[in-house]
């Protein structure tokens, strides 16, 4: 039996494309392997039957790879009119078959009602918790549980395609939404039904899929190439604003003291000191007071 690679401190992210098929966790230990990383996480699980942008973070960047879960998702998603099944996507039974009888204006007309903060009710098929229980846990015994409405906001969605009964949707909403509910709730807006028949995650925050690798491309790069392409830890917070401390403040806060220094609006900063170095994640509060949250380990 062969002794495994030692693992070794890799620090940084890496947007990976993550194909269909294919659990997050699956591909996540997959990348690790590759990087023969000591500790690596993703940001957010995507389903298997999607694909698309999967941030992986090794190291230091685990300790901020939660300010990434709030961020807003961009997505692709191809919904098959006509047809529901029972979980909502592709990868479901078909429980129902209507005729579609809709143009591509009555779908435009249909997903501006989804625009802005909407309730969903979270399908069966999903992890939320139940008595300790994952509710697909149920679904797959034939049980319904009731579930309360969730408010999620969708801040752009529209129809880029419509063909042969499927529509190609591009959406952008806020964490928590369930696009396999916006797709069976579109199909019934339309009085068809639909279920989610694709999914492409584009975007996470600032991150985008056009900069992500796929596991081809890490299988068949060298050890530089690799390392090469992982972004800075700093890379998952560009939707913070950033602060600069001068020497004498930027050490107290790296021991974790909080400090009084500058001024702006309340709210989470990025932390640099001299040089540009990145320090970590602060809350600012009013008046100029800076608040440790997460600190980047400084060797």
Not at 11 to 16: E, H, K, S
């Amino acid at each position: 039996m062969r002794n495994p690679l030692p693992r070794r401190r890799v620090d940084g992210i890496l947007l990976f494309h993550k194909p269909a098929g294919v659990t997050s966790n699956a591909a996540l230990q997959q990348v690790k392997r590759l990087f023969s990383a000591e500790r690596a996480g993703h940001t957010g699980t995507l389903d298997p039957m999607a694909s698309g942008l999967l941030p992986i973070c090794f190291g230091e960047a685990t300790k901020f790879a939660a300010e990434l879960l709030d961020s807003d998702k961009r997505y692709l998603a191809r919904v098959r009119l006509g047809e529901r099944t029972d979980t909502g996507d592709a990868e479901g039974t078909v429980i129902e078959r209507r005729e579609v009888r809709v143009s591509r204006a009555q779908i435009t007309e249909a997903l501006a009602r989804f625009r802005g903060d909407i309730e969903q009710i979270p399908p069966m098929y999903s992890a939320i918790k139940h008595q300790g229980r994952p509710l697909y846990e149920y679904a797959r015994k034939g049980k319904e549980i009731e579930r309360k409405p969730r408010q999620v906001r969708v801040r752009a969605i529209q129809l880029c395609e419509f063909e042969a009964g499927e529509a190609l949707v591009t959406l952008t909403c806020s964490k928590g939404t369930y696009v396999r509910v916006l797709a069976e709730d579109l199909g019934e807006a339309l009085g068809c039904g639909a279920h989610l028949s694709g999914l492409v995650r584009m975007g996470v925050g600032p991150l985008c899929l056009e900069q992500a690798h796929t596991l081809d491309d890490l299988a068949e790069s060298g050890e530089g190439a690799r390392c090469a392409w992982l972004l800075p830890v700093d890379s998952l917070l560009l939707d913070h604003p950033a602060i600069r401390l001068p020497d004498p403040l930027a050490l107290r806060f790296l021991h974790g003291q909080v400090i009084q220094y500058g001024t702006g609006r309340a709210g989470k900063v990025r932390v640099y000191g001299p040089g540009e170095v990145f320090l970590g994640v602060a809350t600012l509060e009013a008046p100029g007071t800076v608040r440790p949250r997460r600190l980047l380990r400084q060797d």
